[in-house]
């Protein structure tokens, strides 16, 4: 029908969260790359999240949401505390060891496809024609700049596999916990409150495995080290992830991965200005195709169950 409302993703109160979400994003890649050295990766995501769960249970316990859970309740906390919080994080930190953050986040765009093929396997969404045309522009780009940062990695054959899968694996944890945060069962329970528990939860199990990999907490006194924490506890995790998991709840989470499908595009432009990155003519057309399939994508309507 010719007069029929524009998609929800269209419109702005979906628009300006994930714009800032897929910003914010773009921009932790640069910050991961500089927590890798002194402290384990496991120490580092477990800051991170002792620092953003603190956060959240102070914006939650300011806006009077209850903490209180059911049986239920604790088990989507831990679910969603294991997979976003703890193994999403620690093969990303571990992935960025072996290859490049570009890299990375290129294959990190990936998500795209699991999370498409799960909520259809549990929560019975399908993909429209619109979605699907835009989703295949958008891989076509993700791949020419998948092709631009392999040949732009220096590491050896064993490393970028081992980083590729240990990617592999975050994506799927990730992708998991996407598709946890849009079933019924999440919007019985305060958005907040249940995510400052399962931050906290993941800081918990992050702890226990890093003791248990690497031995007692390793501190860096940098004070790059302990600002990136905070950017990366504050802004691209309590700031991010209510945005995010809100506009996951409305669009769904085949459309909401199109968040980590443009956020190497913004993870290059910011490198371009503090680090002097360079673009080649296969990364350009490869950032102006995920432009192109992301704009198809969310103009495109969710079809019918």
């Given at each position: 029908?010719?007069?029929?409302?524009?998609?929800?993703?269209?419109?702005?109160?979906?628009?300006?969260?994930?714009a800032?979400?897929?910003?914010?994003?773009?921009?932790t890649?640069?910050?991961?790359r500089?927590?890798?050295?002194?402290v384990?990766p496991n120490?580092?995501v477990?800051?991170r999240f002792?620092?953003?769960?603190t956060?959240?249970?102070?914006v939650?316990?300011?806006?009077?949401?209850?903490f209180r859970?059911?049986?239920?309740g604790?088990?989507?906390?831990?679910?969603v505390?294991?997979?976003?919080?703890?193994?999403?994080?620690?093969f990303v930190?571990?992935?960025e060891r072996?290859?490049?953050s570009?890299?990375v986040?290129?294959?990190?765009?990936?998500?795209?496809?699991p999370?498409?093929?799960?909520?259809?396997l549990f929560?019975?969404q399908?993909?429209g024609?619109?979605?699907?045309v835009?989703?295949?522009i958008?891989?076509?780009?993700?791949a020419l700049l998948?092709l631009?940062?392999?040949?732009?990695?220096a590491?050896?054959?064993?490393?970028?596999?081992?980083?590729?899968?240990l990617?592999g694996?975050?994506?799927l944890?990730?992708?998991?916990?996407n598709?946890?945060?849009?079933?019924p069962?999440?919007?019985?329970?305060?958005?907040l409150?249940t995510l400052?528990?399962?931050?906290?939860?993941?800081?918990?199990?992050?702890g226990?495995?890093a003791f248990?990999?690497?031995?007692?907490?390793?501190?860096e006194?940098r004070?790059?080290y302990?600002a990136g924490?905070?950017?990366?506890?504050?802004?691209?995790?309590?700031?991010?992830?209510?945005?995010?998991?809100?506009?996951?709840?409305?669009?769904?989470?085949?459309k909401?991965?199109y968040?980590?499908v443009?956020?190497?595009?913004?993870?290059m432009l910011?490198s371009?200005?503090?680090?002097?990155?360079r673009?080649?003519?296969?990364?350009?057309?490869?950032?102006?195709l995920?432009?192109?399939?992301?704009?198809?994508?969310?103009r495109?309507?969710?079809?019918?169950?």
């Amino acid at each position: 029908m010719s007069g029929a409302a524009p998609p929800q993703s269209t419109r702005a109160a979906i628009l300006i969260p994930f714009a800032i979400v897929t910003l914010i994003w773009g921009s932790t890649w640069l910050v991961i790359r500089d927590q890798l050295g002194v402290v384990p990766p496991n120490w580092s995501v477990t800051y991170r999240f002792i620092v953003a769960g603190t956060a959240m249970a102070i914006v939650a316990a300011v806006k009077r949401e209850s903490f209180r859970l059911d049986a239920r309740g604790w088990l989507f906390v831990l679910g969603v505390g294991i997979c976003q919080f703890c193994l999403n994080f620690n093969f990303v930190y571990r992935a960025e060891r072996h290859i490049t953050s570009g890299l990375v986040a290129v294959a990190f765009a990936l998500l795209l496809v699991p999370n498409a093929v799960f909520a259809r396997l549990f929560l019975g969404q399908r993909m429209g024609r619109q979605l699907v045309v835009g989703s295949l522009i958008a891989m076509a780009g993700i791949a020419l700049l998948f092709l631009h940062e392999a040949r732009s990695g220096a590491g050896s054959l064993a490393d970028t596999l081992a980083g590729l899968g240990l990617t592999g694996c975050a994506i799927l944890a990730a992708s998991s916990a996407n598709v946890l945060q849009a079933t019924p069962t999440a919007r019985r329970y305060p958005m907040l409150s249940t995510l400052a528990l399962a931050m906290l939860a993941g800081a918990a199990i992050d702890g226990t495995l890093a003791f248990a990999l690497t031995g007692p907490p390793v501190v860096e006194w940098r004070i790059s080290y302990w600002a990136g924490i905070a950017y990366l506890g504050l802004f691209g995790s309590t700031l991010s992830f209510p945005l995010y998991y809100r506009v996951l709840r409305v669009i769904g989470p085949a459309k909401a991965a199109y968040s980590s499908v443009i956020v190497p595009v913004i993870a290059m432009l910011l490198s371009t200005l503090f680090e002097g990155y360079r673009w080649s003519p296969l990364a350009a057309a490869g950032a102006v195709l995920t432009g192109i399939g992301l704009v198809v994508a969310l103009r495109a309507r969710r079809p019918n169950r």
